[in-house]
């Protein structure tokens, strides 16, 4: 038994943050249940990346990430008849997630100011690009647009070329997973109240928000005037020598704010005739543009000659702030990753055999489980209490 | 007001922080603003650097001040025998405790999880380390960015072709915060239905992986290393950031052929919805430098704000790049109450970043983050019930202040 055993979830998402957020819950033994349009089913089953095997519907590496320890229903909601079978469906959930555009759940019946009336113990929740009531300008957006919006995408990367545009974050869905960590922990605090009060709650997520609160520290100290807001791409950068740099085998980075991390610099560096020439404590108090420079151009010249995991290893025994940068190849082979059981094989009925990357926290007692691989589509439904026949 | 009466699901849960800078913190705060009573163990002798930065005055660093809202302090030398006998009493009376202290510093001080568990069996116990704190490589230590390097996205953050540049430099401490809060809340829920706490070890490192899952996933089925790629997307283009006037930037993302046909529409060029160049995905994707080549012309004499909104008028995804001006000044976000007014205990005000959400009957968010051992007296005389003289002895032998 998992901590949310016997929790059911109505899964009403067609998108990466519903999705995601459906799986934050059936990792910890959530009953989910996704509603699927008959035929097509959800849109991520036809978006990248592929599996090689699989089929059309069914190789969608995204799908089948998202979508693990879920049950599939197929309902088409933009029926009319389809709204009494929904009904049906909420009286016997205790959660109902979707991350459609805004105003859509009024559309199927589930208006966020209404529902409690007729069902008081439901646990709604919506993640939306900006919230349940965007102004006429912000009805539409991706993941992209959102990124930009909350100022993340302005000030990335660091050390920016103000010539060039500003980037796009890693990935194509970092805004959704973000805003669904929120979803996901507002839910089981509802979860937790209800528990004692039996009254559920509307939950309103906005992803352009949740990452503009990513940034409290620095967003909170202009908003209260501490600190100046300006147009400038660094207005959110720290200074210091801190950077990537290229290594013979890729890259690595390096952290450096404190009078150790220079002295470990030195140990690793056998003492260089070029360091004697810098103050103590120089990062702190004398951090000039040149001697900036400097640092980064002689640690270039090092690093180049230097493979990026044996490099970590001997500056972190130093005290040195050095990491590699990794990719997914790195990710899949470190020990690390694989002391903790990161990677989890699962056996995906159309895919095949496969290896998933889990969640970042382990609980002694309840610990996150795969045990089931994503539904097919039109895969029949059984024991689902409220859902019998629906497919037909 | 009272952190018992704040209302909101977690009204009633008592937090303790044993954290430093800001992933822990982040953690606490996010569970105060769901109503839980968040208590920061501090002292002088082991002072969060958040307090210190920018400021003589460490009650009123903006830093800390920014990411520890509507939290308490009480002020214990953890560094003493005496202190960890007050904090383990303490936290017999709590439900949570968080720590992000460095690599096996808690078991050190004698507050590592088996003590604590002796103390309060059904505790949760949450420890947050940048690659968890068992493991070959958990002995390493890093901040922020390095969670991102690690974690595998600074690598596919850059320009197409060239090295990678990363996400900015302040991202990973809130992103691994949330993750923390996120178990910790599961864990909280499975005790109060069975009464069973458990220790939760959370990686910061993971925390970056899971914004990537499906990145990776790519790898593990196909083998695909994916690296930067600017701005483009395998399933839409344009999909972009491009230039407007006065440096502003607009990004644009066409998702489908009519979204296309729409913004041909309003560049004045019709005739590119149908033309053989562009009029589908592949055709865009084909041609995408001279794609974005077009659009950066179009959009470079337009104000970023006017642009959007005539594009969104057409159904196409676009949004203004916001600089930190945009941010503060953006009335959705103050609309939503985003930005919410504090006051500390003299009455001053300041402005502090809420949540990413709203809910119905939400907790009260109304008191500015402590002075260090702001409540002193509420933690040490009535939680654990010391009397006036007890208190007297523990401050005069530099355990409390």
């Not at chain 2, 390493?140 to 690598?155: D, H, I, K, N, V």
């Not at chain 2, 979204?259 to 590119?272: D, I, K, N, Q």
């Amino acid at each position: 038994m998992s901590a949310l055993s016997g929790t059911r979830v109505l899964e009403l998402a067609e998108d990466v943050g519903g999705e995601y957020c459906g799986k934050l819950l059936a990792d910890f033994g959530a009953e989910v249940v996704k509603l699927e349009k008959p035929g097509t089913g959800s849109p991520t089953r036809q978006r990248a990346p592929f599996a090689p095997n699989g089929g059309p519907g069914e190789n969608s590496g995204l799908f089948a990430y998202l979508n693990t320890n879920k049950r599939s229903c197929a309902l088409d909601l933009a029926l009319p008849a389809a709204q009494a079978a929904l009904f049906q469906l909420v009286e016997h959930v205790d959660v109902v997630i979707e991350d459609h555009p805004s105003g859509w759940l009024a559309g199927i019946g589930l208006d966020p100011r209404s529902f409690q009336t007729r069902w008081p113990h439901l646990v709604l929740c919506s993640i939306t690009a900006f919230g349940q009531s965007p102004p006429d300008d912000r009805r539409h957006a991706e993941d992209l647009n959102v990124f930009h919006a909350s100022g993340w995408g302005y000030h990335t990367p660091s050390q920016a070329d103000e010539r060039r545009p500003p980037l796009k974050g890693p990935g194509r869905f970092l805004p959704s997973y973000e805003a669904a960590l929120d979803a996901a922990l507002c839910v089981v605090a509802a979860l937790y109240e209800r528990d004692v009060t039996g009254h559920g709650r509307f939950i309103d997520v906005s992803k352009q928000q949740v990452l503009a609160s990513r940034i409290d520290y620095v967003l909170g100290q202009m908003v209260s005037g501490d600190m100046d807001v300006s147009p400038q791409r660094s207005a959110f950068d720290l200074f210091g020598p801190a950077s990537i740099f290229p290594c013979r085998d890729g890259y690595c980075y390096i952290w450096m704010s404190a009078p150790a991390h220079w002295d470990a610099l030195g140990k690793l560096l056998g003492h260089p005739q070029w360091m004697r020439a810098f103050p103590e404590r120089w990062l702190e108090r004398e951090c000039t543009p040149e001697r900036v420079a400097q640092v980064r151009h002689h640690i270039g010249d090092w690093l180049r000659t230097q493979d990026k995991h044996e490099a970590a290893q001997r500056a972190q025994e130093l005290g040195l702030t050095l990491v590699a940068v990794n990719n997914a190849r790195d990710l899949e082979a470190s020990p690390q990753y694989r002391h903790r059981g990161f990677f989890v094989p699962l056996t995906h009925p159309a895919q095949g055999p496969g290896r998933y990357p889990t969640v970042p926290y382990k609980l002694s007692v309840t610990p996150a489980a795969l045990h089931t691989p994503a539904p097919r589509l039109g895969e029949p439904v059984s024991g689902l209490s409220g859902a019998q026949g629906l497919g037909s | 007001m009272s952190p018992a009466a704040r209302g909101g699901p977690l009204q009633g849960v008592r937090v303790i922080e044993l954290t430093k800078v800001w992933a822990g913190p982040y953690t606490g705060k996010l569970l105060a603003f769901l109503g839980a009573e968040v208590i920061r163990v501090e002292s002088r002798e082991s002072l969060d650097v958040t307090r210190t930065y920018g400021v003589a005055d460490i009650d009123k660093a903006p830093g800390f001040q920014a990411v520890n809202p509507q939290k308490l302090s009480v002020q214990i030398d953890m560094k003493t025998k005496e202190g960890v006998g007050l904090i383990l009493a303490l936290l017999g009376k709590s439900d949570v405790v968080i720590e992000n202290l460095r690599p096996g510093a808690v078991k050190r001080l004698g507050l590592g999880y088996d003590t604590v568990k002796s103390a309060k069996p059904d505790i949760v116990y949450v420890s947050m380390g940048m690659y968890g704190s068992e493991g070959p490589l958990s002995y390493q230590t890093g901040y922020a960015p390095c969670f991102a390097a690690l974690g595998g996205l600074s690598a596919l953050v850059g320009y197409e072709g060239e090295a990678p540049g990363g996400m900015n430099v302040r991202y990973g401490d809130s992103t691994y915060g949330t993750a923390a809060a996120y178990a910790t809340m599961v864990a909280l829920l499975h005790r109060r239905r069975t009464g069973v706490g458990q220790y939760i070890d959370v990686s910061a490192v993971e925390s970056m992986t899971s914004m990537i899952g499906d990145t990776v996933m790519d790898y593990t089925l196909n083998g695909t290393v994916q690296r930067c790629e600017g701005n483009r997307h395998p399933e839409m283009a344009p999909h972009g950031v491009y230039p407007c006037r006065e440096q502003q930037w607009i990004s644009i993302a066409v998702a489908s052929d009519p979204a296309w046909s729409a913004l041909a529409e309003v560049m004045a060029r019709p005739e590119l919805a149908q033309h053989p160049d562009f009029r589908t995905l592949a055709a865009r994707k084909a041609r995408e430098p001279e794609l974005d080549r077009l659009l950066a012309a179009w959009t470079a004499s337009q104000d970023a704000q006017d642009l959007a909104g005539r594009l969104q008028a057409r159904g196409i995804a676009a949004a203004k790049s916001q600089s930190s001006v945009d941010l503060v000044a953006d009335p959705q976000l103050w609309a939503r109450q985003f930005y919410r007014t504090v006051s500390d205990r003299d009455g001053d005000t300041r402005t502090v970043v809420g949540p990413g959400w709203s809910m119905t009957g939400e907790a009260s968010i109304a008191d500015a983050a402590p002075r260090l051992g702001e409540h002193n007296a509420y933690v040490l005389g009535q939680l654990l019930g010391l009397s006036a003289a007890e208190r007297q002895g523990f401050a005069d032998a530099g355990v409390t202040r």
